[in-house]
């Protein structure tokens, strides 16, 4: 079995921060690419940020200069420095890897439960 779990998220003020984490767990033989999306009432689920193995990032053109995606490969582990946050910044954030759990399988997605973010105006 493979977790992920999130944690740090919660409320906070506009212009405030906050970092976000989250570790995978169990039978984890590597991890490609993780990430981390978002969801909103009413809104599908968006992209927000991700980092492939070897550190290539990619961000959401709402997040770019705000937020700082990053990972610690020895502790599987992939963050999310949330900085000048804004009220359209509240959403449930979704933790999510590419994982390979044996050396001869191929990889499949993961997510965690997710963690609240509200930013109050």
């Known amino acids: 079995q493979v977790q992920l779990v999130e944690s740090g998220g919660g409320l906070v003020q506009a212009g405030e921060s906050l970092r976000l984490s989250c570790e995978a767990s169990?039978?984890?033989?590597?991890?490609?690419?993780m990430g981390w999306y978002r969801q909103a009432p009413g809104k599908q689920r968006e992209l927000v940020a991700q980092?492939?193995?070897?550190?290539?990032?990619n961000y959401a053109d709402s997040v770019k200069g705000r937020f700082t995606i990053s990972r610690d490969n020895a502790k599987n582990t992939v963050y999310l420095q949330m900085n000048s946050l804004k009220p359209e910044d509240t959403a449930v954030y979704y933790c999510?890897?590419?994982?390979?759990?044996?050396?001869?399988?191929?990889?499949?997605?993961?997510w965690g439960l997710g963690t609240q973010v509200t930013v109050s105006s």
């Open positions: 999510n890897a590419d994982i390979r759990r044996r050396s001869f399988s191929v990889s499949a997605d993961y």
């Open positions: 169990g039978s984890i033989f590597s991890i490609n690419a």
């Open positions: 980092i492939s193995s070897r550190g290539t990032t």
